[in-house]
């Protein structure tokens, strides 16, 4: 398996944008200053206030949920070992081989909750969005759960055109907190509804979503998964399996309502070359979450990088041609998470959680691309937290292997996802004989399979999803000296990086500088709002008032979210 940089080039624009990519990574010697100090310097990079005309410019806020420092040496680890093998090194001549995010480290991330030092992904990305410290499982709302207004909201406040992508669920925790206001994360079928801003007429009974109020969505772009939290209950096509409560059509009164919609990979390469208007624009891909990379099939899903590569093209035609003057057009926000690098931590499988990255990263390199192309841009990058508690070297040897991973074929979700539907079937062919004969050196890439292997993975059949995945993940993971310490999440900084044009502008030079050092994820999310300079507080009172927001939870806020989700089908990808 190569990994290849993909330049992909946009049309240009003389006009101000910043791009911000939050993924993990390490620390940097640069102090940052305080708070207070920060958001001044972000005021002055912004060079406007309110009421006068503002340079056009875009943000585009990257995370890669899940992904630590420590996973990152192990990707680069992996495609530097692939180098040295390509081109016959010896061991003393290894690859200087760095990845697209090498380059651009300029400090580390603090990731506490605040209820907890180790966060979930709701309270990490809703510090992003509404920069306050709130408890695990709240979605863009504070420790009382009150709402709070979120970047992205304050941003179409001020005129920007606004996406989220991700390869989860677009109701899944990260995206979800820029633009919906719940006090517990599994509250999936309410965030749908915010997402459109749908709330049911008082007369249709709760039936169908046909006779209800004008759809006006929350967001111009939504790509993702999660197609399912949005059709009634009782929709059982292929396609269009439903995991609602209710009987609410949210897609069709979507579609009634004028927002574009798509399912296909096809028609979202349409879109991008289409002349017609395309936004807003609802693009969900799965029934759940996407398919992890290293199972996509590429002719039905989109990647991360394709489906960023779509948003930057729309997105940037829209705010250009908006007001036929780019320099007036006010610009966007994208948020773009590569979801998926999480959950492969939480199942203890490398293999996927290494695709996965991968695609992160040749994502970024496209972003990065994007600002070379607009000498006034910004990328920056981070993780909500870090999962797994990874280890490259296990006791007692000084080593890991990385060409373990090369020939692994299929996620272990894919693998237990067959094995467990084999263990409940009377085929004709036996466990014991599909893992010795096609999971084991097909699957996982372990042509000399042991006897313990074997029994190893035939048990795992007959094990509950979460146990038989991260089982699974175990067997590659010790042929090649990776330890995990944890299925959830830990505690450590996450990474933050930066880039500019070298052309770039004093605006863009300006924002650089307040991304530096050690910064609380707090300082990020207040950071993100004065760059664009929008109003949070602004944004909050116009939450409040929506009439989607009425109906949030009735738990009271602090209780943990395991307690809240211990029953529900996804409570391991936190």
Known sequence: MKYIHHRCRFPTAASGILVLLLALGGNHELALAAPAEAEAAAAAAAGATQGHLQPKRNLIFMISDGFGQTSEAMARGFVQQQQQNQQNQKQDGYSQWTNALDSLLVGSVRTRSSDTWVTDSAAGATAYSCAQKTYNGAIGVDEGGRPCGTVLEAARLRGYLTGLVTT??????????????????????????????????????????????????????????GLCHFVPNGSNSEKNQSCRADSLDLWQAARQSGVTTITQKQELDALVTAASRKLPLLGLFAPGHMAYEIDRARTAQPSLLEMTTSALQILHNATTTANNNSSSSSGFFLMIEGARIDMAGHDNDPAAHLRDILEYWRTVDAVRSFVDDHPDTLLVSTSDHETGGMALGVDPEYLWNPQVLDPVARSAESVCARLRAMSDDDGDQSVDDYVAETVLPKHLGIRNATDAEVDTVVGAAGMDSKRCKRTVGGVVSKRAHIGWSTGGHTGADVGLYAYGSSNGSQLQQDALRMFRGNMDNTQVGRALAAYLNVSLEDATKAVVRRPSTLALAKRRPNTTLASASANKPYADHN
Do not use: Y
């Open 168 to 225: 989860a669920r677009i109701t899944h925790a990260t995206p979800a907190a820029f633009a919906a206001h719940v006090v517990d994360r599994d509250m999936e079928d309410l965030i749908a509804q915010q997402l459109l801003q749908f709330a049911p007429s008082a007369n249709n009974n709760n039936k169908t979503a046909a006779a209800a109020s004008t759809v006006v969505p929350a967001v111009d772009l939504m790509l993702g998964g």
